[in-house]
């Protein structure tokens, strides 16, 4: 019995494992991500979704997002509430680390820079909620 509660126990968690480390915006959705640049702190990633296109769930860490042109999508999270945004070209925001899916509400394709934000400087910290534009 102890045998195959184990047995179960491993099987589950090879079986989620992809799930939980397949979390990466580029590995699971290289369609819309890109990476641009990379050193050790922080990673440049450039961001087209064309009009009405939708991601996967996936994380960011902290990180910089700066509109190259007037976008409107809307955010999907995990717990299955979703938040409509708007932005212009060259609105810049931070975000602390988040875990979404991103769609393209608009009629025209959405372009973006992320900054993501690597080591101390990536994780998120409880009392640091608010966005700068």
Known sequence: MRVQIALCSVALCL?????????????????H??????????????????????????????SVAVFLNDSKGQFSFPDGKKQ?????????QYE???THLP??????????ILVELKGHAGKAKSTMKS???
Not at 16 to 28: C, E, M, R, S, T
């Open 103 to 112: 769609e393209n509400t608009g009629d025209s394709g959405l372009d973006l």
């Open 15 to 31: 079986g989620l494992a992809p799930i939980a480390l397949a979390q990466d915006a580029v590995k699971v959705d290289p369609k």
């Open 131 to 133: 966005k700068m534009k």
């Open 84 to 92: 409509d945004f708007t932005a212009k070209a060259g609105d810049a």
């Open 33 to 62: 991500y890109t990476v641009v640049s990379e050193n050790d702190q922080v990673r440049i990633l450039k961001v087209h979704y064309g009009e009405h296109e939708k991601s996967v769930m996936h994380s960011h860490p902290n």
């Open 96 to 98: 602390d680390a988040v």
